[in-house]
């Protein structure tokens, strides 16, 4: 049964993103949109649209009975969640399959097992993937916390088995601060996941944060495209995201990203998926898996020029893997500014009218966005309105490329972190490439001071 009009479970510049993708494969789109998207780029550019509700995205863009009723009156044989709102939610992906509407994603199952911290650390280990050291599962008692933290050494992360977003996580320095630590990350995590269920992890110091991409074709077999380096980080949030990794050799990346294919092969993956690690001192720590698309999937398109978006459309739609892992070559470098309506340096959001647009240009310039002069950014949502990504066959080329680009991009009546990646690229620790998790957050300490 082959797919022919993709409802599209998004907004933004991923639901343009997955319509590119689908005309090419001459497929058809149909857009939802709440009321506050009425004018969005992603409803204009779709065949059809359906409005399923008021702006909050409780009402609308996470509605699953206004969006499976949209894909049942636009005659949609397929629905694609993007990344974000509904595409991690197991449930969701079980209702679609229950309407006979095919589920552009994993198997539900994988989605539920790695949406719960604990059983996701228990199944890569069970795979073969590296664990930061920690309780083998959820930790029950101060006894038993004890226990662990003497075992794996001070300081130790306490984490909630539910979070997200970095919610209910404590470090803790020393054992006479385990017990009153450990009591804050349960409530915390009580009150925002309504589970105080917590599990205890070594902290690392000053690692990278680097994550594979893989994709499976549900049936045993599985590629991985390499890493991307998304290091840059504010509040656990990535800012700029870079492939590949300044730091990892060829060798290594064959060795981990077979370890990550061989893994997802075994566990009968389905679509796209990217396992993340953190790095420190030359070792690979699994901390988590997203089932989905990523928002810095173009930086691994760039440098092996596969469609990510294409390649899952034709997963879900029962076709093999459209390459193979000897014909998947890592080419060049890509870097991905994440721009956002918000002050570049407070990050106070700016939502509001753009009253000029135009969007950077030339050789190996990709801009992913929903903007167009006039379009009025609303307060309701996440706060990317583009993406700026860049490619050159060297890191110190794509960065003069980059640079140039960020000079072309006009984005005015908002303000947005342009001037944040301008001032990124002066600094010479970025151009070196040596940056970990923390180093954006010091610099913007400093900055302040
Ligand atoms: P969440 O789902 O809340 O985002 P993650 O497990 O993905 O939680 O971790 C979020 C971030 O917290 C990581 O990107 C990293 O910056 C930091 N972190 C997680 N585990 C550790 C650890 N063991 N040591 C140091 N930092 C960690």
């Given at each position: 049964?082959?797919?022919?009009?993709?409802?599209?479970?998004?907004r933004?510049?991923?639901?343009?993103?997955?319509?590119?993708?689908a005309?090419?494969?001459?497929?058809e789109?149909?857009?939802?949109?709440?009321?506050?998207d009425?004018?969005?780029?992603?409803v204009?550019?779709?065949?059809?649209?359906?409005?399923?509700?008021?702006?909050p995205a409780a009402?609308?863009?996470?509605n699953?009975?206004?969006?499976?009723?949209?894909?049942?009156i636009?005659?949609?044989?397929?629905?694609h969640?993007?990344?974000?709102?509904?595409?991690?939610?197991?449930?969701?992906?079980?209702?679609?399959?229950?309407?006979?509407?095919?589920?552009?994603?994993?198997?539900?199952?994988?989605?539920?097992?790695?949406?719960?911290?604990?059983?996701?650390?228990?199944?890569?280990g069970?795979?073969?993937?590296?664990?930061?050291?920690?309780?083998p599962?959820?930790?029950?008692?101060?006894?038993?916390?004890?226990?662990v933290?003497?075992?794996?050494?001070?300081?130790v992360?306490?984490k909630?088995?539910?979070?997200?977003?970095?919610?209910?996580?404590?470090?803790?320095?020393?054992?006479?601060q385990?017990?009153?630590?450990?009591?804050?990350?349960?409530?915390?995590?009580?009150?925002?996941?309504?589970?105080?269920?917590?599990?205890i992890?070594?902290y690392?110091?000053?690692?990278?944060?680097?994550?594979?991409?893989?994709?499976?074709?549900?049936?045993?077999?599985?590629?991985?495209?390499g890493?991307?380096?998304?290091s840059?980080?504010?509040?656990?949030?990535?800012v700029?995201?870079?492939?590949?990794?300044?730091?990892?050799?060829s060798?290594?990346?064959?060795?981990?990203?077979?370890?990550?294919?061989?893994?997802m092969?075994?566990?009968?993956?389905?679509g796209?998926?990217?396992?993340?690690?953190?790095?420190?001192?030359g070792?690979?720590?699994?901390?988590?898996?997203?089932?989905?698309?990523?928002?810095?999937?173009p930086?691994?398109?760039?440098?092996?020029?596969v469609?990510l978006?294409?390649?899952?459309?034709?997963?879900?739609?029962?076709k093999?893997?459209?390459?193979?892992?000897?014909?998947?070559e890592?080419?060049?470098?890509?870097?991905?500014?994440?721009?956002?309506?918000e002050?570049?340096?407070?990050?106070?959001?700016?939502?509001?009218?753009?009253?000029a647009?135009?969007?950077?240009?030339?050789?190996?310039?990709?801009?992913?966005?929903?903007?167009y002069?006039?379009y009025?950014?609303?307060?309701?949502?996440?706060?990317?309105?583009?993406?700026?990504?860049?490619y050159?066959?060297?890191?110190e080329?794509?960065?003069m490329?980059?640079?140039r680009?960020l000079?072309?991009?006009v984005?005015?009546?908002?303000?947005?972190?342009?001037?944040?990646?301008?001032?990124?690229l002066?600094?010479?620790?970025?151009?070196?490439?040596?940056?970990?998790?923390?180093?954006l957050?010091?610099w913007?300490?400093?900055?302040a001071?």
């Amino acid at each position: 049964m082959a797919i022919t009009r993709i409802l599209i479970a998004n907004r933004g510049e991923i639901a343009l993103r997955i319509h590119r993708a689908a005309h090419e494969m001459g497929i058809e789109t149909v857009a939802v949109h709440s009321t506050a998207d009425a004018d969005a780029m992603h409803v204009r550019l779709a065949d059809h649209a359906v409005c399923i509700g008021p702006p909050p995205a409780a009402d609308s863009y996470l509605n699953v009975a206004n969006i499976i009723s949209a894909a049942e009156i636009a005659h949609c044989d397929a629905i694609h969640p993007g990344y974000g709102f509904l595409s991690e939610n197991a449930k969701f992906a079980e209702i679609v399959e229950a309407h006979d509407i095919t589920w552009i994603g994993p198997k539900p199952e994988h989605i539920l097992t790695m949406g719960d911290k604990v059983a996701a650390k228990n199944t890569a280990g069970e795979l073969g993937l590296p664990l930061v050291p920690g309780s083998p599962g959820a930790v029950d008692s101060i006894e038993e916390a004890r226990a662990v933290a003497a075992e794996i050494g001070y300081p130790v992360l306490v984490k909630a088995a539910s979070g997200g977003g970095g919610r209910g996580m404590k470090v803790v320095p020393s054992e006479d601060q385990l017990e009153s630590l450990m009591g804050q990350a349960r409530s915390e995590a009580k009150n925002a996941f309504g589970d105080d269920t917590v599990y205890i992890e070594k902290y690392l110091g000053n690692p990278r944060h680097i994550e594979f991409q893989i994709f499976g074709d549900g049936n045993g077999n599985a590629i991985h495209l390499g890493e991307r380096d998304c290091s840059l980080q504010r509040r656990h949030q990535k800012v700029l995201e870079e492939a590949p990794s300044p730091i990892l050799s060829s060798e290594e990346r064959e060795r981990m990203g077979g370890i990550c294919a061989r893994a997802m092969a075994q566990m009968g993956y389905r679509g796209a998926g990217t396992i993340e690690f953190l790095w420190e001192d030359g070792a690979f720590y699994f901390i988590e898996m997203n089932t989905r698309l990523q928002v810095e999937h173009p930086v691994t398109e760039a440098i092996t020029g596969v469609d990510l978006v294409r390649e899952q459309i034709r997963i879900a739609d029962g076709k093999p893997l459209s390459v193979t892992q000897e014909e998947i070559e890592f080419k060049g470098h890509a870097i991905e500014c994440r721009i956002n309506a918000e002050d570049p340096f407070t990050f106070a959001p700016s939502p509001g009218l753009v009253s000029a647009y135009h969007a950077a240009g030339g050789m190996h310039v990709r801009v992913d966005s929903g903007l167009y002069t006039g379009y009025r950014v609303p307060p309701y949502y996440d706060s990317m309105i583009a993406k700026l990504i860049v490619y050159g066959r060297s890191r110190e080329g794509c960065i003069m490329r980059l640079r140039r680009a960020l000079e072309e991009m006009v984005i005015e009546g908002v303000k947005t972190s342009i001037p944040l990646h301008c001032a990124l690229l002066d600094e010479p620790d970025i151009l070196n490439g040596d940056y970990s998790i923390k180093w954006l957050e010091d610099w913007l300490a400093q900055r302040a001071d």
